[in-house]
């Protein structure tokens, strides 16, 4: 009877726990930092673009905040106007001042923000 030697029945290549070829990474951990690697550079891109956009968004929003701001500043010049003017005319009769509420009224009316 034959006694098996060091490595016989191992198919080539394959030496087993105690042989070099074996040692480090294998071939599947190397393949899963890879595809970890790979996975990670997708999500970095993703929030890098999404903080672009974000970026974009903010600006966007800002500069209608800005004119919303122009806007209102407009609307209080002018309702502090026609509040001036109904001052003045309710310093005279009852008669110019409802007129003056109802034309005041009814501009409002058409000119009213929707």
Known sequence: MR???????????????????????????????RLTEKSLRNKVTAIKSLSIEIGHEVKHQNKLLAEMDSQFDSTTGFLG??????????????????????????IYWIIKPR
């Open 3 to 33: 006694r098996a030697g060091l490595g016989e029945g191992v198919p080539p290549g394959n030496y087993g726990n105690y042989g070099y070829p074996n040692s480090g990474y294998s071939a599947g951990e190397e393949e899963n930092e």
């Open 81 to 106: 106007q026609a509040m001036g003017k109904l001052k003045i005319l309710s310093r005279g009769g009852q008669t110019k001042l409802l007129v003056s509420w109802l034309s005041f009224s009814v």
